[in-house]
């Protein structure tokens, strides 16, 4: 699969990189239909859930 | 996504129901659809668009098949409907698509502004669940923006192969793999990280740093102030040693022993005197506590002179209370008995009467006020005739104190002035060493008030820091996500040239075997290059570009080669859907295509003519078919009814 191959990609870098990499692209997919999507929040969601969960 | 099944309703000429099994079998993946032109290939083509996306319609008026609005009462709701099962990832899905319309007087339809899309997840024991985001789901499945290269119209095909083609090539490329997903996700991750990084700038001042070091300033400072406090008191006491051994020397010496005896005697008295006044001050200071009453004794005075004015005037208590006034109203009655008229002079008297009396409950508490206030003016009185004492006593006490002082003055001078050497010298010594003490006694006294002032300053900065190190707790975790969103960006944009090129190769690597395989001049057509610039170019024999010089059928097999290589490479589990796919092909073109085209596609989906598909390209088809249909359109009804060929 195409997202394997692109998440086998990011590998190198940190787990917390690889983990918001990979939820912003599955975010992003789910909202391609859209022209201008409104996904900063979602993203910020994300990126909170990941930070807090390292701490 | 494989699709299973499509049911119409009243969906353009589909009439009523009509359903279409398509086939799964991995060896026989084609599902082959048979229709004259006109007969309705593209309005199922349509539908299975239509159902998905809501896309590929110009007029949604004319998505409601003519014969069921013919039908239809004016008033009448008239809809139409599109069902798609399919599966993907192992996942069964059920979608459909409902538009729908009310039937007017003159025989058109007004249509309901909103079509409505539903998305069910079919579950292992058959149960239907509701999916909640099914835009997203059909994103995630198949994106409407790569729909266009799986489900494609076979005469438009030829797009990817013309010369000016590269922006569609790059295009396609973008959305099939990916590369769209990775930009917007870069993007986005960009602006959350800087947004991040402006709520950091403002929630950011360094101000725990230097509210530590301000701390650390005091409490180093206060530490100081106490070793010298310290320091002080050790120079005090052994000042006072020396000034006892001075004391006892004086004693000893014949000529000083009876003024040395004196000042001893001077001196326990003073300290009796100063501990008199010490307490003396500490009574005066409780008794001006309470002189609140003696400040007020004025306005008190005054408030009793006004009140007992009124009471010897007769005012307080008043002769005639409210209530004897509001009975005589209610009955209407003079105290003599008489009765008098509503709004009747008598009636008026008594109005005003009552309105320029007390009621009983002021009249009660003025007397209280009244009550209350004299024992404020004697106690006022006995605090200030306490007060006068008291400093009269202070007075005195201050005027013996000042005689002490003198006496010891007029012993030291005596001492100092005294003709033997030693005594002379002794007290000279003692009286520095009084000095000293007095000096280091006022450090001392300037040391606590700084200490005290350093107190204040370190507690105040305690919770300072506090406060600034919830902000600075704030600012850490900003930080962190600001970091954290900016590395994500980073790392997709280093990434993102890496996957495309990978892609890139991997396509034209692609293009190039399946374009070998479909040609017929493999030997002419060299190679297939599709350079950083996304342009797809064929090389010839010589070396050269020969894109220019492709046939309209090479072109629309250039085309699907390169397709089919991005359906390939992007691993979608996807079917191809193609609308007269043959239509331009020569004969050669078309048996290699369906010789080879099944083996390339998970499933495929034909819309032919029956002069499409015939003789050796049916010959070459036909053991991979697994459905087949045929269109009938019906000239009496301008409907279509699906006819089962093979299942």
Request: aromatic share 6%; charged share 35%; hydrophobic share 35%.
């Amino acid at each position: 699969m195409l997202k394997d191959r692109l998440l086998e990609l990011f590998k190198k870098y940190e787990q917390d990189v690889q983990q918001v990499v990979a939820e912003v692209l599955t975010l992003e997919q789910e909202h391609i239909s859209m022209e201008r999507p409104r996904v900063k929040e979602q993203i910020k969601d994300i990126i909170d859930r990941v930070v807090k969960d390292e701490a | 996504m494989r699709l299973e099944r499509i049911t119409m309703e009243n969906f353009r000429q589909y009439y009523g129901r009509q359903r279409l099994t398509f086939s799964k079998d991995p060896q026989r993946n084609v599902t082959v659809i048979h229709g004259v032109n006109g007969a309705g290939k593209t309005s199922l083509f349509l539908a299975i668009n239509w159902c998905l996306y809501g896309e590929g319609v110009s007029n949604v008026g004319e998505l409601i098949s003519k014969e069921a609005i013919s039908r239809a009462q004016p008033g009448e709701t008239v809809q139409t409907l599109v069902e798609l099962a399919f599966t993907h990832n192992g996942e069964r899905y059920l979608v459909s698509r409902r538009l729908s319309g009310v039937k007017q007087p003159d025989g058109s339809i007004a249509i309901n502004s909103q079509d409505d899309f539903t998305m069910m997840r079919i579950q292992w024991d058959g149960q239907a669940q509701r999916v909640n985001n099914p835009i997203g789901t059909m994103n995630a499945i198949l994106p409407s923006n790569v729909r266009t290269y799986f489900l494609f119209d076979g005469e438009k095909i030829d797009n990817f192969a013309k010369p000016e083609a590269s922006d569609e090539v790059r295009y396609a490329i973008y959305n099939v793999l990916k590369l769209e997903v990775l930009t917007r996700a870069r993007r986005h991750l960009e602006d959350v990280a800087a947004e991040y990084r402006r709520e950091l700038k403002r929630v950011s001042t360094g101000e725990l740093r230097e509210l530590v070091e301000r701390e650390e300033k005091a409490r180093k400072e206060k530490e100081q102030a106490l070793a010298r406090k310290e320091e002080l008191e050790r120079e005090i006491e052994s000042a006072r040693r020396k000034i006892a051994d001075i004391d006892q020397r004086l004693r000893e010496i014949q000529d000083a022993r009876a003024l040395q005896q004196q000042r001893e005697r001077i001196e326990r008295d003073l300290k009796q005197r100063e501990s008199e006044l010490r307490e003396l001050v500490e009574e005066i200071r409780g008794i001006a506590t309470s002189s609140f009453v003696t400040i007020a004794h004025p306005a008190i005075e005054r408030a009793l002179a006004i009140l007992d004015e009124k009471r010897e005037r007769g005012e307080i208590p008043s002769n005639i209370r409210q209530q004897f006034i509001q009975d005589l109203i209610e009955r209407l009655q003079c105290i003599c008995g008489r009765p008098f008229e509503l709004n009747s002079p008598e009636h008026d008297r008594l109005l005003a009467l009552m309105n320029s009396s007390f009621p009983g409950s002021l009249e009660d508490e003025v007397l209280d006020t009244s009550a209350a206030l004299r024992p404020l003016v004697e106690r006022g009185q006995a605090l200030k005739e306490g007060l006068d004492k008291a400093m009269r006593r202070r007075t005195n006490l201050l005027d013996l104190i000042q005689a002490r002082e003198e006496e010891l003055d007029d012993v030291r001078r005596q001492l100092k002035g005294s003709p033997q050497e030693e005594i002379s010298r002794l007290e000279k010594q003692r009286q520095d060493f009084q000095a000293d003490i007095e000096s280091y006694r006022l450090e001392q006294g300037n040391l606590d008030t700084r200490i005290e002032a350093l107190n204040k300053q370190i507690a105040e900065l305690g919770k300072q820091i506090e406060k600034a190190k919830k902000a600075e707790s704030k600012e850490r975790l900003l930080t962190r996500k600001a970091s954290l969103a900016q590395r994500a960006a980073d790392a997709i944009d280093e990434m993102y040239q890496v996957f495309a090129d990978e892609m890139r190769q991997r396509i034209e690597a692609e293009t190039k075997k399946i374009f070998k395989q479909l040609i017929w001049k493999d030997s002419h057509f060299q190679d297939i290059r599709l350079g950083p610039d996304y342009n797809l170019e064929v090389i010839d024999r010589y070396g050269l570009p020969a894109r220019p010089e492709l046939s309209a059928g090479e072109r629309q097999v250039l085309s699907l080669s390169f397709i089919t290589a991005m359906a390939r490479v992007s691993g979608e589990e996807a079917p191809l859907v193609m609308d007269t796919p043959f239509g331009r092909l020569s004969s050669y073109h078309r048996n290699s295509i369906t010789e080879h085209l099944p083996e390339l596609a998970d499933q495929l989906v034909l819309f032919v003519t029956d002069e499409e598909l015939r003789g050796e390209a049916r010959r070459n088809l036909e053991p991979r078919i697994g459905a087949e249909y045929r269109l009938e359109f019906d000239r009496r009804t301008s409907c279509t009814e699906i006819i089962e060929v093979r299942s």
